[in-house]
């Protein structure tokens, strides 16, 4: 039996005692009002057992780990005709890069990069009734937890603020690559990024990816084969251009967010979230990288 609590308490005092622990976001501005001290883990295993550390049930913003979240809804309500329309390759380059969608001619490498999200945010916009109200209660749904919400401030904030995502916007109009309007497109993808949740949250909603596409909290909402990519989706490009080093470091498929957080997983055993809001140069919880390293070496499980 491994003692998973004792592995969590000693990732917790090794971590904190680190001096440099990154740097916030502040490209959002109001991502910037948060206690770099902040530090948590929760581990759900997918036989029921949970363990935490710290600022487990703290909320915070989850940013493009929201994205993992869209594209397994839009997955489950569009099947593979999503794939005409993005790419699955890593791109080696930051979330928020454009040269290399003009050059591709509108077609995002992968749905976990800005210009991806924003076509799988499109496709959910034209599919749903309600799409900001109809992905809460997915999200809620999935998580088994009707407290979640959108905070609006980090919404607006981020529409104040985000022209890059605007640039990407209109580029993948200019290539017919966005059927609704920029403005609400956007509007949908500012929401998803500033939805706040907690490790512990987080854990158990990806709880389906990590147990074949069947939830913990409701009945299963991916079939076992879209769980399959989703992770393998996750492993190649779910840490901006430093996916390589997760999978180097960590060896698990998860996805990180400018607010600190990350979740990983390792099939049919178990979901980590951790959240710490300081980044490394690349746009990963510098922190949250060093404690899931820790983790899998302790633990000896990752998915190699
Ligand atoms: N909402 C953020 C943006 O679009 C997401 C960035 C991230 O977490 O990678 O810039």
């Known amino acids: 039996m491994i003692d998973y609590q004792n592995i969590l308490n000693t990732i917790n005092q090794s971590v904190r005692q680190e001096k440099d622990k990154g740097k916030i976001a502040s490209y959002i501005p109001e991502l910037a009002n948060v206690d770099i001290n902040n530090f948590g883990v929760h581990l ?47 791109s080696g380059n930051p979330f928020n890069h454009l040269s290399l969608l003009e050059l591709e001619k509108g077609l995002p490498r992968n749905p976990f990069i800005n210009s991806g999200a924003i076509v799988i945010a499109d496709i959910l916009v034209s599919n749903l009734e309600n799409p900001k109200t109809d992905f809460l209660n997915y999200v809620r749904d999935i998580t088994g937890d009707n407290s979640i919400n959108y905070n609006l401030k980090v919404t607006q904030s981020e529409k104040e603020t985000g022209f890059k995502n605007y640039a990407a916007a209109n580029l993948l109009k200019s290539f ?34 990590a147990n074949k596409g069947e939830c913990l909290a409701s009945k299963g909402r991916l079939t076992k084969s879209q769980a399959k990519r989703i ?74």
């Open 176 to 209: 017919n690559n966005l059927n609704n309007d920029v403005e609400v497109v956007l509007d949908f993808y500012f929401h998803q990024c500033a939805l706040e949740m907690s490790c512990a949250q987080l854990s158990k909603a990806f709880y389906l990816f």
């Open 44 to 90: 759900q295993l997918i036989s029921g057992e949970q363990y935490a550390v710290g600022n487990s049930q703290q909320l915070f913003s989850i940013q493009s780990i929201s994205k993992v979240l869209s594209l397994a809804l839009a997955m489950s309500q569009m099947g593979t005709a999503i794939w005409k329309r993005l790419d699955v390759e890593p």
């Open 231 to 304: 992770n393998a989706i996750m492993l190649t490009c779910g840490f901006y251009d430093e996916a390589g080093e997760f999978a180097f470091e960590v060896g698990l498929p998860g996805k990180s967010g400018v607010g600190g957080g990350i979740v990983a997983l390792l099939p049919n055993e178990f979901v980590i979230s951790v959240w710490s809001p300081g980044l490394n140069e690349r746009g990963n919880s510098k922190l949250g990288m060093q404690a899931l390293e820790q983790f899998t070496t302790l633990a000896n499980q990752s998915i190699f």
